[in-house]
């Protein structure tokens, strides 16, 4: 898959294209590099992503390393029914809901971010969203959180990737970039002291264009709330759409 040239423009991205097993390759071996282990093994920063102009988006490794914050509970609250968190990172979210006894499953495509999940005690594979996964179709509910909606560079050829995933009556809950930005373009896990991993396509979209993207991939806006400078949406199959389902 090629990307585009990066926009500021919520909705004035290009059609989506669905990533191709290159793409996924690429973005895999990225998450796999040093920079990304390394900040996940010691649970501290700094990490970024960095973009080919040298712009820096933080990634908040602490935060994700520790347990559900306020905004993360305001997400777990709405879970309902099996729960798939896509990119799960350390696994704060899987563990808090297998906590509560909930069905959930993290995916990842670090190996050590898998290896933290389940040493909290949940469960987790090392996989990427594009491949095949349990219980195809019968999801209740998916997670696209700390900014997981960019995966794979096309946030409508991922959100149609997860109308396969999920139930006919399931739900995304989607966390979406704090301003109102709709950007597709290729960055690299940096620790910000020279080490960086390999390029890959990544996205950005705040909520005005993710529910876009949402609306052209078959699904419809049921809530969206903020929580501590967080936004989030949730996201239910448009009903012609589960129709066919």
């Known amino acids: 898959m090629t990307t585009t040239a990066a926009t500021t423009a919520a909705g004035t991205t290009t059609a989506g294209t669905v990533p191709t097993a290159a793409t996924t390759t690429v973005t895999t071996a990225a998450w ?4 990304y282990t390394c900040a996940l093994r010691t ?3 700094p990490l970024f992503l960095r973009r080919h102009d040298g712009w820096l988006l933080p990634l908040e490794v602490e935060r994700w390393c520790e347990g559900p914050d306020r905004a993360d509970r305001s997400v777990l609250d709405r879970c309902r029914g099996t729960v798939l968190d896509i990119g799960c990172g350390p696994g704060r979210l899987v563990a808090a809901l297998a906590a509560e006894g909930r ?3 993290g995916i990842d495509v670090s190996p050590e ?5 389940e040493g909290l005690g949940a469960a987790a594979l090392c996989r990427s969203v594009f491949d095949p996964l349990p219980a195809e179709g019968r999801w209740d509910t998916a997670l ?3 900014g997981n ?3 794979g560079g096309d946030p409508a050829a991922l959100l149609d990737r997860i109308r396969q995933v999920v139930a006919p009556s399931g739900q995304v809950i989607a ?3 704090p301003v109102d930005v709709d950007e597709r373009c290729e960055v690299r896990v940096d620790d910000g002291r020279g080490g960086s991993g390999a390029p890959f396509p990544w996205a950005r979209v705040g909520a005005r264009a993710l529910a876009a993207h949402a609306r052209g991939a078959g699904w419809a806006v049921a809530d969206r709330w ?3 400078g967080r936004p989030f949406l949730s996201l239910v199959p448009q009903p012609s759409s589960a129709a066919r389902s």
């Open 175 to 177: 966390e979406c970039a």
């Open 43 to 45: 649970g501290k920063g």
């Open 113 to 117: 971010a898998v290896a933290r999940t």
């Open 32 to 35: 796999q590099a040093d920079p």
């Open 103 to 105: 069905r959930a499953l």
């Open 226 to 228: 903020t929580v501590d």
């Open 149 to 151: 909606a960019g995966i």
């Open 144 to 146: 696209l959180i700390d």
